[in-house]
């Protein structure tokens, strides 16, 4: 059943790929499951695997040469997952994935996958809505950094995440948002 969950999530609402076109790729994934703070992948290390969450929700999270760490982003069973860039160029991760609760996900061979989707309109059609999804956010996020005060974003993004309200830590909201701990703290002290 996970795989046709993939499919999908994979062609949204235009079903533009189904199941039997889908066996046809080829594509071999396996199933995985992470544990509560285990890495899917680690920054400065190769990552060549695309994941399909099913289950759970995982944090983009780097570490400067300083020790100290920043929350890039979130993602969401279900959902896609990995690092664009070190799987398209061959390269180490900037950043790494943190399970954030149990995880199960399908784990893709990137080049087996890119392969293959190049070669099928309608899955081709498909990835670009998600990447289309991806940019969007970015955009986003990146316009509430230059535009909008810390308060605004901590609003932003709990209005945009209530499934994380209460499942992280305050830490990990104010380093998504980009202010100190201590500043969320009165933020979160004057809206009260």
């Known amino acids: 059943m996970h795989m046709e969950d993939f499919i999908q999530f994979f062609s949204g609402s235009n079903l533009s790929i189904d199941k039997a076109n889908f066996d046809q790729f080829g594509l071999k994934a396996k199933i995985k499951h992470y544990q509560k703070g285990q890495l899917l992948i680690t920054q400065g290390q190769p990552a060549p695997k695309l994941f399909f969450l099913i289950k759970g929700m995982v944090r983009y999270m780097s570490v400067s040469a300083t020790g100290k760490e920043f929350t890039q982003s979130f993602a969401f069973a279900p959902g896609i997952s990995g690092s664009t860039r070190a799987m398209t160029r061959n390269a180490n991760a900037l950043f790494s994935i943190e399970a954030l609760d149990d995880v199960i996900c399908l784990e893709f061979e990137w080049h087996v996958f890119?392969?293959?989707?190049?070669?099928?309109?309608?899955?081709?059609?498909?990835?670009?809505?998600?990447?289309?999804?991806?940019?969007?956010?970015?955009?986003?996020?990146?316009?509430?950094?230059?535009?909008?005060?810390?308060?605004?974003?901590?609003?932003?993004?709990?209005?945009?995440?209530?499934?994380?309200?209460?499942?992280?830590?305050?830490?990990?909201?104010?380093?998504h948002i980009g202010i100190t701990p201590i500043a969320l703290s009165r933020i979160r002290n004057k809206l009260k």
């Open 114 to 175: 890119f392969d293959q989707m190049q070669s099928q309109p309608g899955f081709l059609a498909a990835y670009n809505r998600l990447l289309e999804n991806m940019f969007i956010k970015k955009e986003e996020r990146e316009f509430a950094f230059v535009q909008q005060s810390a308060e605004q974003r901590y609003l932003t993004f709990l209005d945009m995440n209530p499934q994380l309200r209460d499942k992280i830590s305050l830490k990990m909201i104010a380093s």
